[in-house]
């Protein structure tokens, strides 16, 4: 990469599955990132491990545990942030916000309906799914964009063939994710017309094996089928993500703007 910008990368959803695997493999090729992720105190420790993996790589690890959906913890982030921007322009370096990932998958799981209005989603529930796992790409884009960063920025946001298919627990998550991708070909279309060089995508992975899936009732049938469809014969990894988000972001690829792009092993495509 010819770019000689300090270059960054905010990874929304840092500390496990793609979003972890993508903030390993963008410090490998020499991006710094400011991680955000929501982790209990169990969890902290594998944190500080993705953290000492990006400095190993000669990269630096600002990481932040708040949620990333809530407003006033968003600012302070972005705060943060441009307090660690200037102190590397007052050395006489020009950090570029390079990348962003949006890869935050917590939502919920309950069907649409049932006798017992306890176990059927809740209006509360499907308005924090919708927020959290689609809506939030929104306003971190507005609030980056306000803040003068968004120059030749590529913006991914993880999305999966649930945008598509029906399974009982994922119908929170699949309007989420449908949303999502009709946010990402706006933001494509708006950005475009500002001038800044800006794309937006949202990658499709594979059905992979992270926590995510783990959490859905429905989890063993679909790796199952999965094992069966997917033609290249394996689920696809996190590792797997982070690689063709790395690629994605080299020069000359900007022009790649307002797409679903399937990274899978051909496993949305086949019939079998």
């Not at 809506?135 to 993880?158: C, H, K, M, P």
């Not at 992270?210 to 790796?223: D, G, K």
């Amino acid at each position: 990469m010819t770019n000689d910008r300090e270059r960054w990368a905010l990874v929304l959803g840092a500390s496990s599955g793609m979003g972890e695997a993508t903030s390993r493999a963008l410090a490998r090729a020499g991006y710094n990132i400011a991680g955000v992720h929501l982790d209990f105190r169990a969890s902290l420790d594998h944190v500080e491990e993705i953290k000492a993996a990006i400095v190993a790589e000669g990269s630096e690890a600002l990481f932040f545990n708040v949620n990333a959906a809530d407003d006033e913890k968003r600012a302070g982030v972005l705060d943060a942030i441009a307090a660690r921007f200037a102190e590397s322009t007052a050395a006489g370096r020009e950090p570029h916000l390079r990348v962003v990932v949006h890869s935050l998958a917590f939502g919920s799981l309950q069907p649409f309906l049932g006798d017992d209005p306890k176990a059927r989603i809740s209006r509360k529930q499907l308005d924090m799914t919708l927020d959290v796992m689609a809506n939030s790409l929104v306003y971190w884009t507005q609030d980056l964009f306000t803040r003068g960063w968004l120059r030749e920025t590529r913006i991914y946001a993880l999305t999966s063939e649930g945008s598509s298919r029906v399974i009982p627990s994922y119908g929170a998550v699949s309007a989420a994710k449908s949303a999502l991708e009709s946010h990402c070909r706006q933001l494509a279309m708006e950005l475009a017309r500002t001038g800044t060089g800006c794309s937006v995508n949202a990658i499709r992975a594979g059905v992979t094996l992270t926590p995510a899936l783990l959490r859905i009732p429905e989890a063993q049938e679909v790796i199952e089928a999965t094992m069966k469809r997917n033609p290249s014969g394996r689920m696809t990894t996190p590792k797997d993500v982070g690689a063709a988000i790395v690629r994605f972001s080299d020069d000359g690829l900007l022009w790649m703007t307002g797409n679903v792009i399937s990274v899978d092993g051909g496993e949305f495509v086949s019939g079998w």
